[in-house]
């Protein structure tokens, strides 16, 4: 079992840069590939980033590409995402999560349904 907690998130003005963080319990983590997802209120969760377990592949949202990084330290247990030139319309709460399937794939990976364990939330709220 995996227990995921993020950080990090809170208010900034939109074109500013926050870092996410999300630590995972256990000594398995390097095991498991990463993910980042978003939901904003009255929307479906939305896929942000992923990487895999030792970091060799990383796959991102066509929406966030070229602007958010992830990235992922396996001895400190967490997987970051920095995020830069933030939009208001990307207000929403960041998950992250872990796959525990060894097969790299950007189909599997983008898909919520795929992952087996999710940490609580954190809230980002971009101001205009």
């Known amino acids: 079992q995996v227990q995921l907690v993020e950080s990090g998130g809170g208010l900034v003005q939109a074109g500013g840069s926050l870092r996410l963080s999300c630590a995972a319990s256990?000594?398995?983590?390097?095991?498991?590939?990463m993910g980042w997802f978003r939901q904003a209120p009255g929307k479906e969760r939305e896929f942000v980033a992923a990487?895999?377990?030792?970091?060799?592949?990383?796959y991102y949202g066509d929406s966030v590409k070229g602007r958010f990084t992830i990235s992922r330290d396996n001895a400190k247990n967490t997987v970051y995402l920095q995020l830069s030139s933030l939009k208001p319309e990307e207000t929403a709460v960041y998950y992250c999560?872990?796959?525990?399937?060894?097969?790299?794939?950007?189909?599997?990976?983008?898909?919520?349904?795929?992952?087996?364990?999710w940490g609580q939330g954190t809230q980002v709220t971009v101001s205009a």
């Open positions: 256990g000594r398995t983590f390097g095991r498991y590939a």
């Open positions: 990487i895999s377990q030792s970091g060799t592949y990383i």
């Open positions: 999560a872990a796959a525990s399937d060894s097969i790299w794939s950007p189909v599997r990976r983008r898909d919520a349904n795929n992952y087996d364990y």
